[in-house]
C-alpha cells in the first residue's frame, strides 16, 4: 500500500514537473511530415525520447491544444490514422482529454505516459492555421436557394451560430460574399429574411471594411455577446446566388417610378447617365432591371430635368439582352465629355405592376426602397417600427408595385421623418392589398418617435419573387 501511495505521488510530482518543463519549451511537442511546421504528425518529448500520440479521442480540442503551444494559430482539423504517416518507436501517450484551454499538452488528462493499445497506425496528426496566414474559419449561408444567399452563420467552438443584425451593412456581406467565393455583395437583408435560427448567435455589431478575407478579422463584439434575438438574424445575398435586384439604378423626377431620368449608383454616389449613343436598347435594360415591362421611349436632352453631381457614364452600348446597365460596354466610370444638358431618361410600359397607392418610400437608394410614409388628411407621416415584420413589408411591396419583401427593417435606416407618425402597431396578415386595410392604433395615435421610423427594402426581381412564394 505505501509502495502505491508513493509511486502515485511520485507521478503526481512529475506531471507537475514535466508541466513546467514544456510550458518553457516548444520543442517539447513537434509536427513532423508535414507540408510546414503547423501540421503533420504529433510527436512529444518525454525522457529525451521522441514519440508520437494514439488517435484514441483525439479531436480538434487536443489539436487546438498543440496549435497554441507551437504558435500556429488555430486548429483546422484533427486527423487521425496516421495521416502524416506511421511514426516509430514509442507512442507516448493515449486518451487525451483536454478541455481546449491548456497550454500544453501535458496538462490534458491522459493515461499515464506510454500506457495504450495502439499501433502507430493509430498516430494523431493536427492542422493548424499557421501563424502568418491564418485561415477563414467555417461559415455558411442557409436557408436561401442555394449557397451563395441565405442566412449568415459562422463555425466557433465546433457550434454553428447565427450573426446578429446590428449595423450589418454591405461591407460586412462583401466579406463574407468573398469568404465563400461567392462573386459580389448584392444585398445585405436583415429580420431573419431567410429564417431564424435555432442555436447560438455568435457575432454581433459586426463592422466590416468590406477589404477583409473573412468576417473574424472584422471589428465586432467579443463571440456569443449580444443584445439580439433570432428574429434579427442577418443575411447575405451574393451575384454568384443568380439573385438580382434593382439596387444600383432608378428613375428620378418622372411623373412614376417607371418613368423618368436615368441615375445609377457607384462608389455610394448616385449619378447620371449622359445620352451619347443612348437608345431604346439601353432604356430596355433599365425597364427590365427596375421590374417596369417594356421600354416604350428613351428620351434624350435632360427630359425629366438636369441632374446634379457625378455624371457616370457615358456611350453606353447595351444589347437590350443585358440583366444590368452596368453589363453593357461603356466609357469607364465618370469617363465624359458631357454636361447635364444631355442627361438620359427611359419611360417603360408598367406592365403589371399596380399605380402606387398613398403610400410611399422615401429616402430610399430608389422607390422600391426606403421609409415608409403614408398620406392621411393631405399630410404625410411616417409609420412607427413596433411590431413592425415581414407580413406589414409585404402588403407596402405590393402597394407600391415593387414585388416581395426583401426586409422589413426598424429604426429610422433611411433617416427619420420629419412630420407626425400617423400609424403605429401595424399588424398586417400579409394578404391585403393596402397598408390601410391592416389592424392599426387609430391615425396619429403612438408612443414613439422618428428614430422608429419602420422600413422597407422590396424586390422587383422574378427570382425574389419566386423564393419569396416557395
Known amino acids: 500500500m505505501k509502495l502505491v501511495l508513493l509511486a502515485c505521488l511520485w507521478a503526481s510530482f512529475a506531471g507537475v514537473l514535466l508541466a513546467e518543463d514544456v510550458d518553457t519549451a516548444k520543442l517539447e511537442v513537434r509536427l513532423v511530415d508535414g507540408p510546414n511546421h503547423c501540421s503533420g504528425r504529433v510527436e512529444v518529448l518525454h525522457k529525451d525520447v521522441w514519440g508520437t500520440v494514439c488517435d484514441d479521442s483525439w479531436d480538434l480540442r487536443e489539436a487546438k ?19 502524416y504517416g506511421e511514426g516509430k518507436g514509442q507512442i507516448w501517450l493515449s486518451d487525451l482529454n483536454c478541455t481546449g484551454t491548456e497550454a500544453s499538452l501535458t496538462e490534458c488528462e491522459a493515461k499515464p505516459w506510454g500506457d495504450n493499445f495502439c499501433n502507430h497506425v493509430e498516430d494523431a496528426s493536427v492542422e493548424c492555421s499557421g501563424e502568418e496566414i491564418p485561415e477563414p474559419g467555417p461559415i455558411r449561408l442557409v436557408g436561401g436557394p442555394n449557397r451563395c444567399a441565405g442566412r449568415v452563420e459562422v463555425l466557433h467552438e465546433e457550434q454553428w451560430g447565427s450573426v446578429c443584425h ?8 462583401q466579406v463574407v460574399c468573398r469568404q465563400l467565393g461567392c462573386g459580389d455583395a448584392v ?32 471589428q465586432a463584439r467579443p463571440w456569443g455577446e449580444h443584445n439580439c434575438y433570432h428574429g434579427e438574424d442577418a443575411s447575405a445575398i451574393c451575384s454568384d446566388s443568380g439573385i438580382t435586384v434593382s439596387t444600383s439604378v432608378r428613375l428620378v423626377d418622372g411623373p412614376n417610378r417607371c418613368s423618368g431620368r436615368v441615375e445609377v449608383l457607384h462608389k455610394d454616389v448616385w449619378g447620371t447617365v449622359c445620352d451619347d449613343h443612348w437608345d431604346l436598347r439601353e432604356a430596355k435594360v433599365v425597364c427590365k432591371q427596375l421590374g417596369c415591362g417594356t421600354a416604350l421611349s428613351a428620351p434624350r436632352e435632360s427630359k425629366y430635368g438636369e441632374g446634379k453631381g457625378q455624371i457616370w457614364l457615358s456611350d453606353l452600348n447595351c444589347t437590350g439582352t443585358e440583366a444590368s446597365l452596368t453589363e453593357c460596354e461603356a466609357k469607364p466610370w465618370g469617363d465624359n465629355i458631357c454636361n447635364h444638358v444631355e442627361d438620359a431618361s427611359v419611360e417603360c410600359s408598367e406592365v403589371d405592376v399596380p399605380e402606387p397607392g ?14 415608409v410614409e403614408v398620406l392621411h388628411e393631405n399630410q404625410w407621416g411616417s409609420v ?11 402588403v407596402v411591396c405590393k402597394q407600391v408595385g415593387c414585388g416581395s419583401p426583401l426586409s422589413a427593417l426598424g429604426g429610422a435606416r433611411f433617416g427619420r421623418g420629419p412630420d407626425i407618425i400617423w400609424l403605429d402597431d401595424v399588424n398586417c396578415t400579409g394578404t391585403e392589398d393596402s397598408i390601410f386595410d391592416c389592424q392599426a392604433r387609430p391615425w396619429g395615435e403612438h408612443n414613439c418617435y422618428h428614430g422608429e421610423d419602420a422600413d422597407v427594402i422590396c424586390a422587383v426581381n422574378k427570382n425574389l419573387e419566386e423564393l419569396e412564394a416557395s
Open 65 to 83: 491544444v498543440v496549435c497554441r503551444q507551437l504558435g500556429c494559430g488555430t486548429a483546422l482539423s484533427a486527423p487521425r490514422e496516421s495521416k
Open 166 to 173: 446590428d449595423s450589418w451593412d454591405m461591407d460586412d456581406v
Open 187 to 218: 444585398l445585405a437583408p436583415i429580420g431573419a429574411k431567410f429564417g431564424r435560427g435555432t442555436d447560438t448567435i455568435w457575432l454581433d455589431d459586426v463592422n466590416c471594411t468590406g477589404t477583409e478575407t473573412a468576417i473574424s478579422e472584422c
Open 358 to 371: 398613398p403610400v410611399r418610400l422615401v429616402n430610399g437608394p430608389n422607390n422600391c426602397a426606403g421609409r
Open 384 to 394: 412607427c417600427d413596433d411590431h413592425w415584420d415581414m407580413q406589414d413589408a409585404k
